[in-house]
């Protein structure tokens, strides 16, 4: 009896070291929206003739993931002040294995957090640099977007490895809450139209219908549909005598 509990006392001193995701099937990232996080345009009266139109920057976005481990005698968060998480891609968003920080949580439970910064300016994920070309008289607007995926799950079993004073170590499985917003893709797109003469000959300053629009949907979240409904309006020559 004295043995078994000398070892029970001993666990609680011991390290979390790592933590290991077990993906149950309810892992799937959820799409969420679509975000803008870049745009540019340009627009004339004059013409006819050809422009390019490039997307010259794009915002960063942050991933996050956290994840929420209940109050547990057996470790030792005095010294378990950073803890690797080993989960997929889709829950990290990048790579498989992150370094977290802990923080106190509500009732004694310790949330594990990583963040990292994404950017879209260079790689297979480009959009910086990306372009089309359009025709005067008339506008176009280039945009970069990303998709929002996230996964929230109170349930997901994990398994705690666990490294004590003496060198001996241990697994031990028992479930998590889980919260993480990734961003897996990125795409570029654009709108492009064209302005009749007689719309500008009445009117040399609809290119800036064209830019209002831009301005409005600057950091938009949701459908393009609706962007494209807003655009479209700035080519309409109903109004034409």
Same mark, same amino acid.
């Given at each position: ?92 968003? *990048?790579?498989?294995s992150v370094t977290t920080s802990v923080t ?18 260079k790689g297979n994920e480009k959009l910086v ?15 970069? *977007? ?21 060198? *001996? ?57 609706e962007i494209k409904k807003a655009f479209d ?9």
């Open positions: 009896k004295q043995r078994y509990q000398r070892r029970v006392r001993d666990k609680r001193t011991c390290k979390l070291k790592r933590v290991t995701i077990i993906d149950n099937g309810q892992l799937e990232p959820k799409y969420e929206s679509s975000e803008i996080i870049g745009s540019e345009d340009s627009g004339s009266c004059t013409g006819p003739a050809t422009h390019t139109l490039t997307l010259s920057s794009a915002d960063s976005v942050e991933e996050t993931s956290s994840f929420e481990i209940s109050e547990s005698n057996e470790i030792n968060w005095s010294i378990s002040t950073s803890v690797a998480v080993e989960a997929s891609a889709e829950v990290l968003g *990048s790579g498989t106190v949580g509500v009732g004694g439970s310790r949330t594990l957090t990583s963040t990292h910064s994404k950017s879209f300016s640099g990306a372009s089309i070309t359009f025709n005067t008289p008339g506008a176009a607007i280039v945009f970069g *977007s990303v998709d929002r995926y996230t996964i929230d799950n109170s349930d997901i079993p994990a398994d705690f490895h666990m490294e004590c004073p003496d060198g *001996s170590t241990y697994t031990k499985r028992s479930n998590i809450k889980l919260k993480s917003v990734t961003y897996p893709s990125a795409h570029f797109w654009s709108l492009n139209g064209e302005f009749i003469k007689a719309a500008c000959d009445l009117d040399w300053t609809l290119p800036e219908c064209v830019r209002r629009v831009r301005q409005q949907y600057t950091h938009y979240v949701g459908n393009k549909e309006q700035c080519f309409d020559d109903s109004w034409i005598p």
